[in-house]
């Protein structure tokens, strides 16, 4: 029993798929991040254009 538990710790097989899947991960929330951020600037500069449309057809 004791040999089995310690090749269990020393196996490293799927080591690199755990670390892609740590990246994966890291790189979805920081899309997920810059998706947030871009919504509100993309929000901002469509109610300025709103306004400036509305402007221009009171005029």
Do not use: C
Request: glycine residues 6%.
């Amino acid at each position: 029993m004791t040999e089995k538990i310690l090749y269990f710790l020393s196996d490293d097989r799927g080591q690199d798929l755990a670390e892609y899947g740590i990246a994966l991960a890291v790189i979805g929330t920081l899309a997920a991040a810059a998706a947030v951020v871009i919504a509100q600037d993309v929000g901002t500069l469509w109610s300025r254009a709103q306004s400036a449309v509305d402007n221009a057809v009171s005029s």
